[in-house]
């Protein structure tokens, strides 16, 4: 599964974007995906997950209420949404994808996102 992410830009804090990952390859709906970021100085973190079929998501606390994955199978598409955008959430956003939740080996490049205060 090859991954690109894009959608990422400035945005003014309490505004909203929304993240896409295109996804080539035969298998992308049988595969668990998942978003990560990594601000400036800081390592890579966990943002959210959707199991292959869509039922299951998982977001991690600093986000939960404000970014929402979903995704497009037939499309080979993965979204997040994020609402309420705040200056923290400044950071290059990763698209993964991979056998199960949690299990994530192939990458996309990330997209930068921009809040500002």
């Known amino acids: 599964v090859q991954l690109q992410a894009s959608g990422g830009g400035l945005v003014q804090a309490g505004g909203s974007l929304r993240l896409s990952c295109a996804a080539s390859g035969r298998t992308f709906s049988n595969v668990a995906t998942g978003w990560f970021r990594q601000a400036p100085g800081k390592e890579r973190e966990f943002v959210a997950a959707?199991?292959?079929?869509?039922?299951?998501?998982y977001y991690a606390d600093f986000v939960k209420g404000r970014f929402t994955i979903s995704r497009d199978n037939p499309k080979k598409l993965v979204y997040l949404q994020m609402n309420s955008l705040k200056s923290e959430d400044t950071a290059v956003y990763y698209c993964a994808a991979g056998p199960r939740l949690g299990k994530y080996e192939h990458w996309g490049q990330g997209t930068l996102v921009t809040v500002s205060s």
């Open positions: 959707i199991s292959w079929s869509g039922g299951t998501t």
